[in-house]
């Protein structure tokens, strides 16, 4: 077990240096880095050994949740969005048992609207990931008979226009703020690897402890699984440039207040538009280019919810300016001409997270301990 931080070590993401370091390494280490906190201290402008003192004492104390190599889960397992109908009274065992024990939920969240409104009875959202080779209905029907789950809504990403969570840096963005020009469409397919690359895999995804927070961490971690290290990293660049890998972070806690009371977050909104089927494309790459949008998906949301098919999250201090922020799209929506039938927030309360897991040694393991 490590030694706590030095409370001499600043652990609050407010901090200036805290920031100007979280600022990068929460979203800005794309892909496959060979030296990821040299990149942070490049980017950052702090010294290498001030960050990884700060990322250690941040993710000692839980202001940082969790430091890892991120994957593109949506290339490696069939995933999806999941909107589950559940009785009043069953809501928190329901929750409970997918954050507990279904090692394929990542995101657990209750949800709720302002108002009665289309799928507003769907309570408990999670995402989920089955792997290779197995059936996302089928997982359902599983869950269902575990928690007392009366009803699902699968939403598999058909689209991916925004993918980043960066809370710190995005705390000072306006209204309205957005890149130039559409948005790119990340297409979603999943991607078979061998045993080498599984095993490569799991070794950059596994999470790191605030004493593996190193200046080379990937030359420890190729030692652990009995991979020379060019031969880790020849791998793990073969497979970021096969749309594998995601971002290196760091993870905030932005739900939970941390040790000194400070929250990252407050409002979670998950956004919702209904847009012509053939506009989806064209409405995803003009609503993906804010900034404030840490998710942004093409997702059928069917009937239940009124035929949406854009979503998209974002996250603030403060519901009027959470609000603010969705006012703004609708109105470039609305300024280039696009047809919007239907637009609903559905807002995050008590969550989870973590990571799904995706091998499919791990499912045949599972489904055999809940037969």
């Known amino acids: 077990m490590s030694e706590p931080a030095s409370t001499s070590i600043p652990i609050e993401f407010n901090d200036e240096i805290n920031s100007r370091i979280l600022s990068i390494s929460e979203d800005k280490i794309q892909g496959f ?18 960050v990884i003192e700060r990322i250690q004492a941040m993710l000692q104390a839980g202001t940082i949740r969790r430091v890892r190599q991120t994957l593109m889960s949506v290339n490696l397992a069939p995933g999806a969005l999941v909107a589950w109908k559940c009785p009043e009274k069953k809501l928190v ?42 059936s996302m209905d089928k997982h359902c029907e599983i869950l269902m008979s575990k928690t007392g789950a009366t009803a699902y809504r699968l939403m598999p990403a058909k689209g991916v226009f925004a993918l980043g969570v960066g809370h710190v840096r995005r705390k000072e963005i306006l209204p309205g703020a957005k890149i130039e020009g559409k948005a790119k469409m990340m297409k979603t397919s999943v991607t078979k690897l061998n045993e080498e690359e599984w ?69 979670n909104g998950l956004f919702h538009w209904a847009v012509p089927q053939d506009r989806v494309h064209e409405a995803g790459t003009e609503i993906g280019r804010h900034h404030i949008l840490t998710h942004c998906y093409w997702r059928e949301g069917g009937p239940e919810f009124k035929n949406v098919n854009i979503m998209a999250v974002a ?57």
């Open 33 to 50: 880095v060979r030296k990821p906190m040299e990149e942070i201290a490049r980017l950052s402008g702090v010294k290498l050994e001030t």
């Open 315 to 371: 996250h603030g201090t403060e519901k009027a300016l959470t609000l603010e922020h969705k006012a703004a799209i609708d109105k470039h929506l609305e300024n280039i001409g696009m047809p919007v039938s239907y637009t609903n927030v559905f807002w995050g309360g008590k969550s989870e997270i973590k990571p799904s897991e995706i091998h499919p040694q791990a499912y045949a393991q599972w489904l055999k301990s809940v037969k």
């Open 93 to 134: 065992s329901a929750f409970n048992y997918m954050w507990q024990q279904d090692p394929f939920s990542g995101h657990v969240v209750f949800r709720s609207t302002d108002t009665v409104s289309a799928g507003s009875d769907y309570k408990l959202w999670t995402t989920l990931k089955v792997p290779q080779g197995y």
């Open 199 to 267: 095993k490569i895999l799991l070794g950059l995804k596994r999470e790191f402890k605030p004493e593996e927070i190193t200046p080379n961490l990937w030359l420890v971690r190729a030692k652990e699984i009995g991979i020379d290290f060019e031969r880790f990293c020849e791998v793990a660049k073969n497979l970021n440039d096969r749309g594998v890998i995601g971002r290196f972070s760091t993870f905030l806690e932005h739900v939970k207040p941390s040790k000194g009371g400070q929250r990252v977050t407050r409002f």
